[in-house]
């Protein structure tokens, strides 16, 4: 989703705009733009292109020592130069950057247009600048204020004034926004990385903080203008994380992560054999837990239905899975002996967010499980557990739902081991199945070159089915969602046993069906099911862990090393992602940047 970057300082501000939006890049966007001050003239570039041509376009601009940059994912009016941000106000004296939804634009934009002030976009964002133009008394702090009281929804938003070339205002209500604090110079950014090259001192503004940078230093007030306190928080990351680091694509070099990924989450929680969690969760309220919902979005969501599968395996506790989006308006019945496990890479899903304040309302306990610390979510929660993937920049995520699945698992073996609800030597031995983990899925990473012939054979198909019974729906359902959402080819994840019910309709003279099969008690069943689709043409690919798969009944096989049941989607999505991978390779897409796809999904 967009981005946004602002600089003041010594140093000339076009490169460090550049840089952090490159940095911004993973998020998502389509389009991008940025704006500076020289010698009191205002420069503003914009583009549908990528960032490189921004650079071209800013090449003869004057050194400048402050500007704001901002990648869009358009909301409000479509996606052309004009509609891109910075935003002016008509006499291109107050200049704004945007991220979230103005809800009351359409009233506002009314009311300034019946003032005189005349509008170049279509965007929501173009009010901002002109109400700070009306409302302007001299005082730029309380006129953000003022506008910012008047506007409803959310945003955060970066803003320069023409004639103040000395000062960078920072708010922001329910979107991300973070101060950078450096030596001789100062930066906002809706997300560390795009100034992380240049500090990890950072201040994590509130809602309705406002926040005034010159070059020497940072002051933030609250929404009623009082001085507050600075807190600086040193970020623990590394600027080499968004790197390839010699792979051709950040989704390969996150897809080659997962090994370690899962071995640095056990590594972290795992000491002596036991399973440390740092929880205000005592015993007591363990065992009166009554029902668990799991609430995500996306690929964070289907982590979560294998967190269901593993809970009520090992505790017997009934788990819902719910889709935030959904969930927040359902008028959902929750009891105070309920647990509700949110799960977000991000920690900004704008849906998850809304669900955490309505469980946190209600006053039911819950674990976020993250894996951006310091994020919304992060610090909206009264239990966190972390998931040790690093920064993932490829928009599909990999390494992260790894990470989720892996961390869930663990969190099912710690309630199972509280509550005494499943065989203390069973658990124990499902412990070190899951210490065992890494080596098999190294195994499977390097069978690459199995999944990058497969993928060839369906790169120009327009249907893929992704078929499985009961965890291996679930496998199913993300590597389903992984094809479609990288290389637009239409991708359905199906209850096998669903498939007769309707989608079996869309079954014709080859197309691929890639079924999973990692669950003993149901190949049986799986094997009818594949008979079915076989005798409607289906050209078959079965991913298999299970030796007794009957390799005759398909058109293709891939074999899996055997691993505990419960962890199968752990190794069995690996030959999803690099197959989705490959097949958006072959067909020449832009694999670490989808179109209409946003990295942290912060409007709803
Ligand atoms: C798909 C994908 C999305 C996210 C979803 C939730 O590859 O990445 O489906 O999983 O937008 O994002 P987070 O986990 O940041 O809340």
């Known amino acids: 989703m967009c981005g946004i970057v602002g600089y003041i300082g010594e140093n000339d501000a076009n490169s460090i705009l550049i840089n952090g939006l490159r940095k911004l890049e993973y998020r998502g966007y389509d389009s991008c733009g940025l704006a500076t001050i020289s010698n009191g003239e205002l420069q503003i570039s914009k583009t549908l292109n990528r960032i490189e041509s921004l650079t071209a376009a800013i090449q003869n601009n004057g050194v400048s020592h402050i500007g704001i940059g901002h990648t869009r994912w358009a909301t409000h009016g479509g996606v052309c130069e004009r509609n891109a941000h910075p935003h002016t106000d008509s006499y291109k004296k107050f200049i704004v950057v945007h991220n979230g939804i103005i809800e009351n634009y359409l009233s506002l934009k009314k009311m300034l247009k019946e003032k005189g002030y005349t509008f170049y976009s279509d965007t929501d964002t173009e009010v901002v600048p002109n109400l700070i133009d009306l409302y302007y008394n001299g005082n730029l702090l309380e006129t953000v204020k003022k506008v910012t009281s008047i506007i409803e929804g959310s945003f955060a938003f970066g803003i320069l004034c023409k004639d103040r070339p000395n000062e960078l205002i920072a708010t922001k209500r329910n979107s991300p926004?973070?101060?950078?604090?450096?030596?001789?110079?100062?930066?906002?950014?809706?997300?560390?990385?795009?100034?992380?090259?240049?500090?990890?001192?950072?201040?994590?503004?509130?809602?309705?903080?406002?926040?005034?940078?010159?070059?020497?230093?940072?002051?933030?007030?609250?929404?009623?203008?009082?001085?507050?306190?600075?807190?600086?928080?040193?970020?623990?990351?590394?600027?080499?994380?968004?790197?390839?680091?010699?792979?051709?694509?950040?989704?390969?070099?996150?897809?080659?992560?997962?090994?370690?990924?899962?071995?640095?989450?056990?590594?972290?929680?795992?000491?002596?054999?036991?399973?440390?969690?740092?929880?205000?969760?005592?015993?007591?309220?363990?065992?009166?837990?009554?029902?668990?919902?799991?609430?995500?979005?996306?690929?964070?969501?289907?982590?979560?239905?294998?967190?269901?599968?593993?809970?009520?395996?090992?505790?017997?506790?009934?788990?819902?899975?719910?889709?935030?989006?959904?969930?927040?308006?359902?008028?959902?019945?929750?009891?105070?002996?309920?647990?509700?496990?949110?799960?977000?890479?991000?920690?900004?899903?704008?849906?998850?967010?809304?669900?955490?304040?309505?469980?946190?309302?209600?006053?039911?306990?819950?674990?976020?499980?993250?894996?951006?610390?310091?994020?919304?979510?992060?610090?909206?929660?009264?239990?966190?557990?972390?998931?040790?993937?690093?920064?993932?920049?490829?928009?599909?995520?990999?390494?992260?739902?790894?990470?989720?699945?892996?961390?869930?698992?663990?969190?099912?073996?710690?309630?199972?081991?509280?509550?005494?609800?499943?065989?203390?030597?069973?658990?124990?031995?499902?412990?070190?199945?899951?210490?065992?983990?890494?080596?098999?899925?190294?195994?499977?990473?390097?069978?690459?070159?199995?999944?990058?012939?497969?993928?060839?054979?369906?790169?120009?198909?327009?249907?893929?089915?992704?078929?499985?019974?009961?965890?291996?729906?679930?496998?199913?359902?993300?590597?389903?969602?992984?094809?479609?959402?990288?290389?637009?080819i239409h991708s359905e994840g199906t209850q096998f046993g669903e498939l007769k019910h309707g989608p079996i309709a869309l079954m014709e003279e080859g197309t691929p069906a890639i079924v999973m099969a990692t669950q003993e008690k149901l190949l049986d069943k799986t094997i009818s099911n594949i008979k079915e689709i076989k005798a409607r043409g289906a050209r078959v690919l079965a991913v298999t862990t299970l030796k007794e798969f009957p390799v005759d009944i398909v058109d293709e096989v891939i074999h899996l090393p055997k691993v505990c049941e419960l962890f199968s989607p752990l190794e069995a999505i690996i030959p999803l992602q690099l197959i989705a991978y490959h097949v958006t390779v072959n067909k020449g897409l832009d694999v670490d940047k989808p179109r209409n796809l946003a990295k942290s999904v912060t409007v709803e």
């Open 177 to 488: 926004l973070i101060v950078g604090i450096g030596n001789n110079e100062n930066f906002i950014a809706s997300d560390f990385s795009a100034i992380l090259k240049y500090t990890n001192k950072i201040c994590i503004l509130e809602n309705d903080d406002i926040a005034i940078l010159n070059e020497k230093e940072v002051k933030v007030y609250d929404k009623n203008l009082d001085p507050k306190q600075v807190t600086i928080k040193e970020i623990d990351a590394d600027d080499s994380d968004s790197e390839k680091n010699g792979y051709d694509h950040f989704m390969l070099k996150e897809i080659n992560e997962n090994t370690i990924t899962v071995k640095k989450t056990i590594d972290y929680y795992v000491i002596d054999g036991k399973i440390n969690f740092d929880l205000n969760l005592t015993d007591n309220d363990i065992k009166n837990i009554k029902q668990i919902k799991i609430i995500a979005c996306g690929t964070a969501m289907h982590a979560g239905l294998n967190g269901k599968n593993i809970i009520e395996k090992l505790t017997r506790i009934p788990v819902s899975v719910e889709v935030a989006s959904e969930f927040r308006y359902s008028d959902p019945i929750l009891t105070e002996n309920d647990l509700a496990i949110f799960i977000s890479q991000s920690g900004e899903t704008a849906d998850t967010i809304a669900c955490l304040e309505l469980v946190k309302k209600k006053g039911i306990k819950h674990v976020s499980i993250v894996n951006v610390k310091d994020s919304t979510i992060d610090r909206l929660s009264e239990n966190v557990l972390y998931t040790k993937a690093g920064t993932e920049i490829a928009v599909a995520s990999t390494k992260a739902y790894i990470a989720q699945v892996m961390l869930i698992d663990l969190f099912a073996i710690y309630l199972a081991d509280k509550l005494e609800s499943y065989n203390k030597e069973e658990l124990s031995k499902i412990l070190n199945y899951a210490i065992e983990l890494p080596n098999k899925m190294q195994e499977v990473l390097e069978m690459d070159s199995m999944f990058c012939d497969y993928a060839k054979s369906i790169s120009n198909c327009r249907d893929v089915f992704f078929l499985g019974r009961g965890l291996d729906y679930y496998i199913a359902l993300e590597g389903s969602l992984k094809l479609k959402e990288i290389s637009y």
